[in-house]
């Protein structure tokens, strides 16, 4: 699976939108985008994935650039309950094909 | 939908004993499971995938003797680690993919986590 480069933290103003970056250069064709949270001594949650265009949901939106090399979760309005690490994950869709975390990227919602 | 269940949610063992950590699709009916350790401050790695009715597959570096993996209905499986001791002490989460062509197939649910801390 492509390996993905994300910023280590961020910080977000209570009520305006959050964008995190998440870069995978080197993703293949048929590798989708996955977005996941986990907020402190919980198990992942599930944002949004994508392959190649934008997709949104009730949580967030996935913006992915046309050459796929790099995409932005957008929380379009953030709360305090959204402080999390959010994760950005590329990999073939298959139920049996593994998820490997990265470092992820701390947000911080600040009231 | 989509909820995956863990049990227990916290265990406090002593070292040298067997610890059993159950994981539950509730919801739908789950091909393939994950397991999953956090240490403080870190992030997920991945243990093992476990298909229905077949041996686990673990990751490289981890001990499949060590971490026994039962996967044995569509809705259950179980991760006992054996023989603990206070290096196993982490957070143990695991994750759950519905069968193929299910509306649940295309990503992975993860249980709430069991943290476990041996003495």
């Known amino acids: 699976d492509a390996k993905t480069t994300q910023p280590p933290s961020m910080d977000c103003a209570e009520g305006r939108a959050a964008n995190l970056p998440c870069n995978h250069s080197?993703?293949?064709?048929?590798?989708?985008v996955y977005w996941y949270r986990q907020i402190h001594s919980q198990g992942p949650q599930y944002i949004i994935h994508?392959?190649?265009n934008n997709e949104t949901n009730e949580m967030a939106s996935l913006i992915i650039t046309e050459d796929r090399k790099s995409s932005t979760l957008i929380l379009p309005h953030a709360t305090l309950r959204d402080t999390a690490v959010y994760y950005c994950?590329?990999?073939?869709?298959?139920?049996?094909?593994?998820?490997?975390f990265g470092t992820g990227t701390s947000l911080t919602v600040i009231p | 939908g989509a909820v995956v269940s863990q049990h227990p949610s916290r265990v406090i063992c002593k070292s040298g004993t067997s610890v059993k950590i159950e994981c539950r699709s509730l919801?739908?009916?789950?091909?393939?499971m994950f397991w999953y350790r956090q240490f403080p401050k870190q992030s997920l790695m991945l243990m093992a995938t476990?298909?229905?009715?077949?041996?686990?597959?673990?990751e490289q570096g981890v001990e499949k003797d060590k971490f026994l993996i039962n996967h044995a209905s569509l809705t259950l499986s179980t991760l006992t680690v054996t023989s603990a001791h206070p290096e196993d002490s982490s957070f143990y989460i695991c994750?759950?993919?519905?069968?193929?062509?299910?509306?649940?197939?295309?990503?992975?649910?993860f249980g709430p986590g069991t943290r476990l801390l041996v003495l």
């Open positions: 994750s759950a993919s519905g069968t193929s062509g299910g509306s649940y197939q295309e990503t992975q649910y």
């Open positions: 080197t993703i293949s064709g048929n590798e989708y």
């Open positions: 994508g392959l190649k």
């Open positions: 994950i590329v990999r073939v869709l298959n139920t049996g094909n593994q998820f490997y």
């Open positions: 919801d739908f009916q789950a091909t393939t």
């Open positions: 476990s298909n229905e009715g077949s041996k686990a597959t673990y």
